[in-house]
C-alpha cells in the first residue's frame, strides 16, 4: 500500500510539473542566459518578465505600442540601441535575441538606477522612470524618499507583485536548486 502512495506521488509531482512547465513556458533560454549573465540580471527575473509581458510570443504588440517578448516601446528601444551594440534602423524590435538583449540591458539600468531595489525598477519597467521619480517626490505615496509605500497605478501595482511571484514560480521550476 505504501509502495502504490509513492508511486502515486511521484506520477502526480511529475504531472504536475509538466502542468506547470506549460503554464510557465519557458524559450530562448540561450538569449536568456547569454544577456542576464552579461547585463548581471538574474535569469528568473527576466523569464518572468517575458511571461507577464507577452506569454513568450515574440511577435507581441501592446496597445501602448509596446513590442516583442520583454514589450520595449519604440522611443525605449531607440534609446537603448544608443546605448548598447544594437542598430534601432537594422535590428528588428521583434527578434527574439534583439529584445531579449535590449530587455536585460533596461532592467538592469532601472536595478542599477534604483539602487537595486525590484520594486521600483519594476514599476519603472511598467509605468515608466518619470512616474516612479516622482511617486518617490510624492509624500502621498513615498515618506522617505527612497521606496515606495504605496503604487498608485493598479496596473503597476499588480504588475510588481505578478512578475515577482512569477520570478519564484521559474525558480521552482527551472533551477537546479
Same mark, same amino acid.
Given at each position: 500500500?505504501?509502495? *502504490?502512495?509513492?508511486? @502515486?506521488?511521484? @506520477? ?13 513556458? @519557458?524559450?530562448?533560454? &540561450? ?8 547585463? %548581471?540580471?538574474? &535569469? ?10 507577452? %506569454?513568450?510570443? !515574440? %511577435? ?7 513590442? #516583442? ?5 519604440? $522611443?525605449?528601444?531607440?534609446?537603448? =540601441?544608443? &546605448?548598447?551594440? @544594437?542598430?534601432?534602423? %537594422?535590428?528588428?524590435? *521583434? ?7 535590449? #530587455? =536585460?540591458? /533596461?532592467?538592469? !539600468?532601472?536595478?542599477?538606477? /534604483?539602487? #537595486? ?10 509605468? #515608466? ?12 505615496? =513615498? ?9 498608485? *497605478? &493598479? ?12 520570478? $519564484?514560480?521559474? *525558480?521552482?521550476? /527551472?533551477?537546479?536548486?
Amino acid at each position: 500500500m505504501i509502495i *502504490f502512495f509513492v508511486i @502515486l506521488t511521484v @506520477l502526480l509531482t511529475g504531472i504536475y510539473k509538466i502542468y506547470t512547465q506549460t503554464v510557465y513556458p @519557458l524559450r530562448y533560454e &540561450k538569449y536568456i542566459d547569454q544577456y542576464s549573465s552579461e547585463y %548581471n540580471v538574474d &535569469k528568473y527575473l527576466i523569464m518572468a518578465i517575458i511571461r507577464a509581458e507577452s %506569454n513568450y510570443i !515574440h %511577435n507581441a504588440k501592446s496597445s501602448s505600442d509596446a513590442n #516583442g517578448l520583454m514589450q520595449i516601446t519604440n $522611443e525605449t528601444y531607440k534609446w537603448i =540601441c544608443d &546605448k548598447i551594440d @544594437l542598430d534601432s534602423k %537594422n535590428d528588428d524590435i *521583434f527578434d527574439p535575441q534583439n529584445n531579449i538583449k535590449a #530587455g =536585460c540591458f /533596461y532592467i538592469s !539600468h532601472l536595478i542599477d538606477k /534604483y539602487d #537595486g531595489d525590484l520594486v521600483l525598477a519594476l514599476a519603472a519597467y511598467n509605468a #515608466g522612470m518619470g512616474n516612479v521619480d516622482k511617486w518617490l517626490n510624492d509624500e502621498n505615496y =513615498c515618506t522617505d524618499g527612497k521606496s515606495l509605500d504605496y503604487i498608485p *497605478f &493598479k496596473e503597476t501595482r499588480n504588475y510588481v507583485e505578478k512578475v515577482q511571484r512569477y520570478k $519564484e514560480i521559474y *525558480f521552482k521550476l /527551472y533551477s537546479n536548486e
